[in-house]
Every structure is written in C-alpha cells, then in structure tokens.
C-alpha cells in the first residue's frame, strides 16, 4: 500500500490511502488509547490512532517503524520491541574481527532512535499469541491492532554439531571472539 502510493504521487497522497485502509480495517468505529494513568483525556491520547506492535528492530522493524512514523503517525501509535539495546549493521561484525573498529564504534543505540508515534521498548519476548495479537514480553503484555513478527534470523548453535566448538562472526559476540583469536 505504502509503495503504491509513491507511484501515484507521493507522501500525501500515501496517507490518504493508508487512512482509507485504517477506517476499512477499523470498520469506521474510533480506537482510542489510553494513557497509563487511566484517563483518555485529548491531552494524553491520540484519537484514531491504532497500536502496531513491531516484534524486532533490525532492519524489518526499523524501517517499517520509521516508514509509519514518517508517513501516518497521527494514525497510529507504533511499539518497537527489541532484546537489544542497539542494532549492529552485519557487514560492521567484520571491522570487529578484523579489529579496523571497536564494537563500541559500530553500535547504533536505540535511545538514539527518535521518532514520532514510536516506543522503544527494551525487552525479551516471551510469548506471541497471534490470533489475539497479544505479546507478552519479560516486563508485561502489549496488545495490538497491528502485530508486526520481524525478528529476523539467529543460528541454533545446538542443532549443527561442533558448532559450539566453531569460531562464527555473525553474532557480535562471534565477532569480537573472533578479534581476540586474532590477536
């Protein structure tokens, strides 16, 4: 829908359409939030705005968090939830193990990521229940109008044998193993 949009004429034109297909999914009935405190006063919620849940903030979950923001965030208000604390580009893991920068170098923090209609919640997933898209993380559960499964891939050392013996540089943690290996 986003990328239709750009070829019919750009951003307004996008949030027209995305809005469109909101009130659709919606059924023209308001969704409002309510704030932790209780109330759904105008001064602490946003009226018409939809919870999407993205699980992941690596690259799926940063761009579709940053493409909603960008493009209909008085539309929807968007949680990022992620383990981690910062996103590591890929191809950076190999300027750790060949020590051309050091990990602190490569991080991108997430309290850096700023953007409009966007949480940031720092936490590990415990439970996806897709059909009631409700998540239940460590610290609590979160429901959504919109939840968004990003999370990408990880190995299971465990599954290849002699794996957990073998030097790997596609976690961070491989990396910089690999760097001292090296040294």
Same mark, same amino acid.
């Given at each position: 829908?986003?990328?239709? /949009?750009?070829?019919? /004429?750009?951003a307004?034109?996008?949030? !027209?359409?995305?809005?469109?297909?909101l009130?659709?999914?919606?059924?023209?009935?308001a969704l #409002? !939030?309510?704030?932790?405190?209780g109330?759904?006063d105008?001064?602490?919620?946003?009226?018409?705005?939809?919870?999407?849940?993205?699980? &992941?903030?690596?690259?799926? /979950?940063?761009?579709?968090?940053? !493409?909603?923001?960008?493009?209909v965030?008085?539309?929807?208000?968007?949680t990022?939830?992620?383990?981690?604390?910062a996103?590591?580009f &890929?191809?950076?893991?190999?300027?750790?193990?060949? *020590?051309?920068?050091?990990?602190?170098?490569?991080?991108?923090?997430?309290?850096?990521?700023?953007?409009? &209609?966007? $949480?940031?919640?720092?936490?590990?997933?415990?439970?996806?229940?897709?059909?009631? !898209?409700?998540v239940? $993380?460590? *610290?609590?559960?979160?429901?959504?109008?919109?939840?968004?499964?990003?999370? *990408?891939?990880?190995?299971d050392?465990?599954? $290849?044998? /002699?794996?957990? #013996?073998?030097?790997?540089?596609?976690?961070?943690? &491989?990396?910089?193993?690999? #760097?001292?290996?090296?040294?």
């Open positions: 829908l986003l990328a239709q /949009g750009e070829q019919q /004429g750009g307004e034109h996008r949030r !027209r359409e995305v809005r469109r297909e009130a659709r999914e919606n059924q023209g009935q #409002r !939030r309510v704030a932790p405190d109330h759904s105008d001064a602490s919620v946003r009226a018409m705005a939809l919870d999407v849940v993205v699980l &992941g903030a690596g690259f799926a /979950g940063l761009e579709l968090a940053t !493409r909603l923001s960008d493009d965030s008085r539309d929807v208000a968007v990022l939830i992620d383990e981690s604390d996103f590591v &890929g191809y950076s893991k190999l300027d750790v193990m060949f *020590g051309k920068a050091s990990l602190d170098a490569v991080r991108l923090p997430y309290r850096n990521f700023h953007k409009p &209609g966007v $949480t940031f919640v720092k936490d590990t997933i415990t439970a996806i229940d897709p059909e009631s !898209r409700r239940t $993380t460590s *610290g609590g559960t979160y429901d959504a109008y919109f939840l968004v499964v990003a999370l *990408g891939a990880d190995y050392i465990a599954a $290849t044998p /002699g794996l957990d #013996r073998a030097n790997e540089f596609y976690s961070v943690a &491989g990396a910089a193993k690999l #760097r001292q290996s090296r040294a």
